[in-house]
């Protein structure tokens, strides 16, 4: 049992380059998610999902997209990458809202 | 949305209690109270989680109030590793859109 796993760990990206960062958990939980953490900030909720196929808006969604296709993976997409979008990633998942959350290691990301 | 409300930093020498309160003024009736810890460069992990009075557990207690309008996490006799910022997230309901929303943290500092 993995729990939440995210790749890559770290990645430096140019401005206007794309990527999507993976999450994928083996808990079978319902509703997972993406947040941002800036340096010395809080966590920012960007996008999450009550189950395949359904996703919604977190509170800093402008520049990313996201698809649940499956239960187990959710994965980022980054459109033409900017500076702003320098952060740590961290991918999220419960079995309900309520529920505890049990996060992935991360995926640092720098845009140069 | 409701915001919840941390202190940003407390500083605590070893062996001490440690009480850190969250404000959520505007928590709903059916919202419960969780706490999470992270450490650097780590994903924050779950600690306590309550919805009135008092929950405890091996690692922390929580106290909530009859009016829930705050609440108070106790940590019990700290070491150096219980350095590391906690975060208040309180469950918000906005037009049947749950959206969870993480406090600022507050950044607690063990002093040998």
């Known amino acids: 049992n993995a729990g939440v796993t995210q790749t890559p760990k770290f990645r430096i990206l140019k401005i206007g380059q794309s990527m999507t960062l993976q999450c994928t958990q083996d808990m079978n939980h319902n509703y997972m998610y993406w947040y941002r953490q800036d340096p010395g900030m809080g966590l920012k909720l960007i996008y999450y999902s009550v189950g395949a196929g359904i996703t919604d808006k977190g509170e800093v969604p402008n520049g990313y997209n996201v698809s649940r296709s499956t239960t187990e993976d959710f994965p980022l997409r980054l459109e033409l990458a900017a500076p702003s979008q320098t952060s740590v990633y961290f991918c999220?998942?419960?079995?309900?809202?309520?529920?505890?959350?049990?996060f992935g290691p991360g995926t640092r990301l720098l845009v140069l | 949305l409701a915001k919840t409300t941390q202190p940003i930093s407390m500083d605590s020498y070893e062996g001490q209690e440690v009480n850190i309160t969250c404000s959520h003024n505007?928590?709903?009736?059916?919202?419960?109270i969780t706490w999470y810890q992270q450490f650097p460069s780590q994903g924050p992990r779950f600690i306590i989680q309550?919805?009135?009075t008092k929950v405890t557990n091996e690692v922390a207690s929580l106290f909530i109030p009859a009016d829930r309008k705050s609440s108070t996490l106790s940590l019990p006799r700290v070491s150096l590793s219980d350095t590391a910022v906690y975060y208040c997230?309180?469950?918000?309901?906005?037009?049947?859109?749950?959206?969870?929303?993480f406090g600022t943290g507050t950044r607690l500092t063990i002093i040998p």
């Open positions: 309550g919805y009135k």
């Open positions: 505007n928590i709903a009736t059916n919202d419960y």
């Open positions: 997230l309180v469950g918000v309901s906005n037009f049947g859109n749950e959206k969870l929303t």
């Open positions: 999220a998942s419960s079995y309900g809202v309520r529920e505890t959350q049990y």
